[in-house]
């Protein structure tokens, strides 16, 4: 925990987190991704089509469906809602193949 907190280690995760949900945010804007709520921090809360979150999950996606899964008698366009976090972790990389995955399923 010292560590964590010494030199401001602890900011400079959270911004390079927050930093990567902002460029998530973007991405997901640009290819017209419905924001449920306003981005708060590193988590962003989104809808899209079904289609995309099954191509999403296929192709190794993590992310928290939001409130619930989707219902076993959902159709491909059927408003999917998830919670999508950053972390410190979360490399350029990262957010820019799941905005390429999501919108070639859109």
Known sequence: MDAYLTDGLWMDLATRANAMAERLEAGLV????????????????VEFPLKAHQALRAAGAVYYDW???????????????AR????????EAHVD??????????
Request: hydrophobic content about 45%.
């Open 67 to 81: 409130p619930a899964p989707p219902p076993a008698d959902a159709g491909a366009d059927f408003p999917h809602q």
């Open 30 to 45: 640009a290819a017209g991704v419905r924001m449920v709520h306003p981005r708060g921090g590193n988590m962003l809360f």
């Open 84 to 91: 999508l976090v950053a972390s410190w972790s979360t490399t």
């Open 97 to 106: 193949g799941f905005v390429e995955r999501l919108t070639a399923a859109l």
